[in-house]
Antibody, heavy 122, light 109 residues
C-alpha cells in the first residue's frame, strides 16, 4: 500500500523560503520507475501542478515558477523535498505531494498525500 | 502552453441522474495521457480515470472516461449521493508537463 505524507511549516513570512518534505512508503525509487510530484491549491481555487521528480533524478518544473522551485529526493530516506523561494501571500495554499505511477498509470497521480496548509503572512 | 477547459463550471443533478463532464484541451493531449480526479471538501484529490478511459483501482464502474486528442468526457452513469464533489481533468506530456482544468462542481439539485 502506497502512502505519502507532507510536512513543513504552516506559516512563513513574505520573502522567506518554504521547505516541504514528502515522506512516503510502499514504493522505492531504487526499484520502481515512478515519480513524486507536488501540486498546490489556493483556498477555493483549482489545483496547480508545481514540480515532479523521477526515479532517475529527472526533474520537471512549472515554467512560470521554475526560478523559485527546487525538487530533490533522498532515496535512502524515502523522501522528496520541495523548496520554494521568495514566498508571497499569493502562495498561500494547501500543498500536496503525490505518487506518479509512470507509464503503468499513464503518468497520472495515482496516490496523494493529505496535504499541508501553508499560510504566507507577516 | 496547453490549457484544459472544463465545462460546465457547475452541474446540478439529482441522485440517479447521468452526469456528463467535459474537458477540452487547447492542443492534442500526448498519447491520451488524460486523467480525471474527484475532490471532496477538505480532502485530497482521488484518481478516477487514467489514460483517458481506464478506471483506477477500486473505482466503481458507473464512472467511465472517453475521448481522444482534444476532447474528453467523464460520465457518471447513475449518480449516488457520494458522487457530489468537484472533478478535475489533468494532462501529462505537453508544456507545462502537467496541467489541470479549472474543475467542474457537481452539486445535488
Amino acid at each position: 500500500q502506497i502512502t505519502l505524507e507532507e510536512s513543513g511549516p504552516t506559516l512563513v513570512k513574505p520573502t522567506q523560503t518554504l521547505t516541504l518534505t514528502c515522506t512516503f512508503s510502499g514504493f522505492s525509487f531504487s526499484n520502481s520507475a515512478v515519480g513524486v510530484g507536488w501540486s498546490r491549491q489556493p483556498p477555493g481555487k483549482a489545483l496547480e501542478w508545481l514540480a515532479l521528480i523521477y526515479w532517475d533524478d529527472k526533474k520537471h518544473y512549472r515554467p512560470s515558477l521554475e526560478s523559485r522551485l527546487t525538487i530533490t529526493k533522498d532515496t535512502s530516506k524515502n523522501q522528496v523535498v520541495l523548496t520554494m523561494t521568495n514566498m508571497d501571500p499569493v502562495d498561500t495554499a494547501t500543498y500536496y505531494c503525490a505518487h506518479n505511477g509512470g507509464w503503468f498509470s499513464r503518468y497520472s497521480m495515482d496516490v496523494w498525500g493529505h496535504g499541508t496548509t501553508v499560510t504566507v503572512s507577516s | 502552453e496547453i490549457v484544459l477547459t472544463q465545462s460546465p463550471g457547475t452541474l446540478s443533478l439529482s441522485p440517479g441522474d447521468r452526469a456528463t463532464l467535459s474537458c477540452r484541451a487547447s492542443q492534442t493531449v500526448s498519447s491520451n495521457y488524460l486523467a480525471w480526479y474527484q475532490q471532496k471538501p477538505g480532502q485530497a484529490p482521488r484518481l478516477l480515470i487514467f489514460g483517458a478511459s481506464s478506471r483506477a483501482a477500486g473505482i466503481p464502474d458507473r464512472f467511465s472516461g472517453s475521448g481522444s486528442m482534444t476532447d474528453f468526457t467523464l460520465t457518471i452513469s447513475r449518480l449516488e449521493p457520494d458522487d457530489f464533489a468537484v472533478y478535475y481533468c489533468q494532462q501529462y506530456g505537453s508544456s507545462p508537463l502537467i496541467s489541470f482544468g479549472q474543475g467542474t462542481r457537481l452539486e445535488s439539485k
